[in-house]
């Protein structure tokens, strides 16, 4: 079945209050729904209520007090229609239910994991619980009684506040939780098991105490420092930046180990991949510590982008997810820095939506179809989604931007919204027109702007003529012109900005050029000499730029561009066409050269003081083999990539030995460990110099001395992938992993990281590691965080060895994707995603590509899932 927005009805019937009961049992769980219809005005009595189910068996039905006859009613697993409701408006309807939550490998609904009870419903695994409206238009209120074993679940937790508890009889008891806020079922969650729990509390702005807790698996609740802190943080800056205060007495957050995605934004219950919350400095990575701030700050501004105001479909997924990932995305800039923020987001972007909208699983950012809504909680609804709201700030600018939000959120508090009522309060805040712009949402595809300039000394002009085209995308062969914020700066000698006179051609704004036509030709005037053009500064729009630049100019910027984005992208563009040219030179059979400034550049960056260390390694590490692929577009042999990589990697630590010896040493931590950013930041630079080191036979001992004498998990694990990576094979590299292993056997969290780093071996062997690894004590077929560790990465972060070149990698893909679909097709379909870009493969192995993708589509009773992703890569 294909849903399309344009179907999009209200439904007939409400479901005002849903009052639901439940007897915990693995195998077994009596589920008692009593919901409060009511029909809706003008809807003709006779009309049948129809809910939703999945799975379900159905073991009583009645209405006001009065058991349903058959006949009355029709229950298929998946459908209960109520065939003669009443003829009152208003009635009471109660359902009983019995699930299975031990047997639910899906992880979607009620489930265990490790012994504990949770739930995630969206976007529709609340139909898997009890028959209902699960769609999020329909808000209600919710008071939900839970009842366990007290030695089985001592903890019993819901949405909203707790209101009453106490003992049952044979060892049982209960606790009753209601939610006052109206909110729809994908919100939905109940936790009960035994847990730890690390307990807080926040005072909001206008005096309200809220108790916090987050609870662990018991034992781990030292692991639940730094999240709890990013929490408190997280409430401190929604008040600040958005004036947005908490609405409950208690916030509380639980740690799960089998978890479909990172988290989820239930009303009051945040649910979270355990990955997300437990982290000291033994075993999480700075990027875990990051990345933990992030998602808690995210699932708890979902409170307000998300839950008291949600999206009336499906379709308008972006609505919450964009806007809260634009609001994650600028807590974390505040609390890190800032540029440095921005260019981590840009290459996220770029290694993973830029893919996606350039392949055969484009979408807009507000889709108009779907057949499996789960396969839509993709990188263009997410961070291109953030892009845009990013946009509309650039346009408006802060103030009337905030206004917008303000109004955004006075206007549509407690309602299902969509994307058209987000645009409309920035119109009426700023009165300014965004008909043209909403094509963001609409149309799929990264746009091209192709740029060429001219000066002229003697009339004192400078012009940039620029043309914007939309590439075509699945089912849309024509585009709009769009608009399109291009942030630029015209930049002279030593840096500084040029100033210019009256421009002609286009509307120019604050450094904004405001592309609405195919073609503008933009003139500056009073321009004396001719200055570089920083193009695309900030990275104010998700578009792509083919520009004629010279490469003085390109040097000019990499060096003094005043925007550190622009200046980072200017050096990223000269490693980009160096390594485009090196990747033609080992086709063609000749050993890829480098041009010597291009090397002493990258001294030059690593060195440079005055830069932040972070910002310094993400400048010096090298686009990904995946976005060297992306750049080139087509007839991609992996393994030349591969070549094109490592020789520029190695001429920049040849040129530089000495420069980042003498920095390696001295950029070691001296005292404590800390997750800040300026910390992590020194860290990140040491071990991309360490890379680079250990590239050249002098410094191959390095990363072995650095592996033993590592006091923390991000020194520990970036000399191992060096040993492993760049060693593989070598008796250090085994040894490193054997220790590695030995000492962390036990934790699943840190298995995952050295199941990541043996899946990203490159080369051809990999294949046979990663398939002997599905065997290992500690990998498990059943849990995503294994699958993703160990599957996800060989298949996409592994260009050599996912794409050997007789197949072999995609047969494994083809069985692992198929097997881990038995248990939970919507990991399955996420992994299958790997393929996506199969037509830009060279011919030969394009054709096993296809082969491997078509060897899915033909198996037999594929979920919708998977057969959703499969048939559309193929299409
Ligand atoms: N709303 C969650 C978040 O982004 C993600 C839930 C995804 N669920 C799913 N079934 N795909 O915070
Ligand atoms: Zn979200």
Known sequence: HVFKLEDYRPSDYLILQTSLVFRLSPEATCVIATLTIERR?????????????????????????????????????????????PAASRFELVLETEIAPARNEALMGLY??????????????????????????ILSIYTVRIEAPHNEAPLLLSNGNPVDSGALADGWHYAVWHDPFPKPSYLFALVAGALGKVADSFTTLSGRKVELGIYVEPGKERLAGYAMDALKRSMKWDEEAFGREYDLDVFNIVAVSDFNMGAMENKGLNIFNDKYVLANEETATDADFANIEAIIAHEYFHNWTGNRIT????????????????????????????????????????????????????????????????????????????????????????????????????????????????LKVFEDASGRDLSQFA?????????????????????????LEIEQSVPPTPSESRKRLMHIPLG?????????????GDVEGATVEDGVIHIRKRRHVVRFTGVAERPAVSLNRGFSAPVTLSVEQKTDDQFFLAGHDSDSFSRWQAFNTLLTDALIAAFR????????????????????????????????????????????????????????????????????????????????????????????????????????????LALLPEGAALATTHFRSASNMTDRAAALTVLAHRHAGSAEAQQALAGFEAKYRNDALVMDKWFQIRAGVPGSKTVETVRALTGHPAFSMANPNRVRSLIGTFSSANQTGFHRADGEGYRFFTETVLEVEKRNPQVAARLATALRSWRSLEPGRQAKAREALLAIAGTEKLSADLRDIVERTLA
Not at 341 to 364: M, N
Request: aromatic fraction near 10%; charged fraction near 25%; glycine fraction near 8%.
């Open 41 to 85: 005005e003008g809807v003709a009595a006779s009309a049948p209520l129809v809910l939703d189910g999945d799975g379900l068996t159905l073991l009583g039905i009645a209405i006001d007090g009065r058991d349903l006859q058959p006949g009355d009613y029709a229950a298929t697993p998946d459908e209960l229609a109520v065939l003669k409701p």
């Open 112 to 137: 265990r994991s490790s012994n504990v009870y949770c739930t995630q419903c969206e976007a529709e695994g609340f139909r898997r619980i009890t028959y209902f409206l699960d769609r999020p238009d």
């Open 585 to 692: 030179q080992v086709l063609g059979g000749k050993p890829p050269a480098f041009a010597q400034r291009l090397t002493e550049l990258a001294g030059r960056i690593a060195a440079d003081e005055t830069l932040e260390p972070a910002y310094r390694a993400l400048a010096l590490s090298l686009p990904g083999e995946a976005d060297i692929a992306r750049d080139i577009g087509k007839g991609i042999d992996p393994d030349a990539i591969f070549a094109a990589r490592e020789a520029l990697a190695l001429a920049i630590a040849r040129a530089n030995w000495e420069n980042f010896t003498g920095l390696y040493e001295r950029l070691a931590d001296k005292g404590p460990f800390s997750p800040d950013a300026a910390s992590a930041g020194r860290r990140a630079l040491r071990n991309i110099l360490l890379d680079y």
């Open 439 to 463: 094509l963001w949402y609409h149309q799929a595809g990264t746009p091209n702007l192709t740029v060429s300039s001219s000066h002229n000394a003697r009339a004192k002009e400078f012009t």
């Open 488 to 500: 630029f700066g015209l930049v002279g000698a030593g840096g500084k900005p040029v100033s210019y």
């Open 311 to 422: 999206c009336r479909d499906w379709f308008q997924l972006c609505l919450k997810e964009g806007l809260t990932v634009y609001r994650d995305h600028e807590f974390s800039a505040d609390q890190r820095s800032r540029a440095v923020k921005r260019i981590a987001e840009v290459r996220t972007l770029r290694a993973h939506q830029f893919p996606e909208d350039q392949g055969p699983l484009a979408h807009p950012v507000r889709p108009r179809r779907y057949r499996e809504i789960n396969n839509f909680y993709t990188a263009t609804v997410y961070e291109k989604g953030s892009e845009v709201v990013h946009m509309i700030r650039t346009i408006l600018g802060a103030e009337a931007f905030r206004s917008g939000m303000d109004l955004y959120f006075e206007r549509h508090d407690g309602e299902a919204a969509t994307i058209e009522d987000f």
